[in-house]
């Protein structure tokens, strides 16, 4: 078995490894959190915007996201550090290819740290950091086309930074406006890629409405 594939299956195990985890710690909140009248958790859907950085022409695709609380921590944070938060993001880009070969298609899923801005009500700013493993399908064959085993696949991890804001619409019905720039490691031996783009869609918070409120001093703060 070829080195690459084999730290590409030790990544991969890790990165499942720390999503279990994670979806382990978040489902043993639920209960505690349901006694105060909501789960610790926000998930959401929208279309994203894509540049694939392959040939010209943005394309189109469906993204997924959930948002809890860090685990273990919750309370125990300090106030400056609030809005601290996991995220676990899921996108499919395959809608509406421009000069992109038919059937070409990026994939991506992983998590990391989001922070949410919560001083305002109705407006949360925020930032997020994620490490993700990446699928990519060429559409077409790039090597080895004469062979058994052409090259028209291949995955990474990769890296993303991004920010946007979120609106509350309506109670717990958030709208939220999203920008990330993803780096890709070396591809087809020598190519970098650095996707990007914009995703709008819609959430649901279930948690309870307190968490959104601007912290009051306490009457043991007060002098």
């Avoid at 594939?5 to 209960?31: H, T």
């Avoid at 006694?35 to 894509?50: E, M, R």
């Avoid at 290819?97 to 305002?120: D, H, L, N, S, V």
């Avoid at 090597?143 to 609106?167: L, M």
Wanted: with cysteine; glycine share 14%; proline share 6%.
């Amino acid at each position: 078995m070829h080195l690459d594939s084999i730290w590409l299956q030790i990544r991969s195990a890790m990165l499942a490894a720390l999503l279990l985890g994670a979806a382990g710690s978040l489902f043993s909140q639920v209960v505690p959190a349901a006694s105060q009248g909501g789960l610790p958790v926000a998930a959401g859907a929208g279309f994203s915007s894509w540049d694939v950085d392959w040939a010209h022409g943005r394309m189109g695709g469906g993204t997924l996201w959930v948002d809890f609380p860090p685990p273990f921590l919750g309370s125990y944070l300090p106030h400056l550090l609030d809005g601290l938060g996991i995220e676990i993001e899921a996108r499919d880009v395959s809608l509406g290819a421009g000069e992109q070969p038919k059937g070409f298609r990026q994939r991506t899923i992983g998590g990391g740290a989001i922070y949410t801005y919560r001083r305002y009500r109705n407006f949360h700013p925020y930032v997020k950091g994620l490490l993700s493993f990446g699928a990519i399908d060429y559409g077409e064959c790039l090597d080895k086309c004469n062979t058994g085993f052409p090259y028209t696949h291949d995955s990474r991890s990769d890296y993303a930074a991004g920010g946007g804001i979120e609106y509350r619409v309506f109670r717990h019905i958030w709208a939220r406006a999203d920008y990330e720039y993803q780096a890709w490691p070396k591809l087809t031996g020598q190519t970098y890629l650095d996707p990007q783009g914009f995703t709008f869609g819609a959430m649901y918070d279930f948690r309870p409405e307190y968490r959104f409120r601007v912290r009051e001093p306490s009457l043991n703060s007060m002098p």
